[in-house]
Nanobody, 114 residues
Framework: QVQVVESGGGLVQPGGSLRLSCAAS????????VNWYRQAPGKEREFVAG????????TYVDSVKGRFTISRDNPKNTVYLQMNNLRPEDTAVYYC???????WGQGTQVTVSS
């Protein structure tokens, strides 16, 4: 089955950290760029971070630069999003999207609150 599955979300206090995972199956993951997006209640889905197929190119939205790091492990068909120094405004459902497939995962909820 062609899919991506996100995991690793949860409730964390401001300043805390989480690592999200995006596990892929059913397609040639190593040749696919992957982006992370997030959607907060009442807001549009926005780009957060992206990584090229071999990991040589990474991009971030300005609001997460210096706090989030995207990486990938192609033998494990997984992309990660390490999120440090989390803020309440990072609260959202986080999704990953692989360039070679049309479908989205179910997302993983990240809540930053004291």
């Amino acid at each position: 089955q062609v899919q991506v599955v996100e995991s690793g979300g949860g409730l964390v206090q401001p300043g805390g950290s989480l690592r999200l995972s995006c596990a892929a199956s059913g397609f040639t993951f190593s040749s696919s760029a992957v982006n992370w997006y997030r959607q907060a209640p009442g807001k549009e889905r926005e780009f957060v971070a992206g990584i090229s197929s071999v990991g040589g190119s990474r991009t971030y939205v300005d609001s997460v630069k210096g706090r989030f790091t995207i990486s990938r492990d192609n033998p494990k068909n997984t992309v990660y999003l390490q999120m440090n120094n989390l803020r309440p405004e990072d609260t959202a459902v986080y999704y990953c999207k692989a360039s070679r497939i049309n479908s989205w995962g179910q997302g993983t909820q990240v809540t930053v609150s004291s």
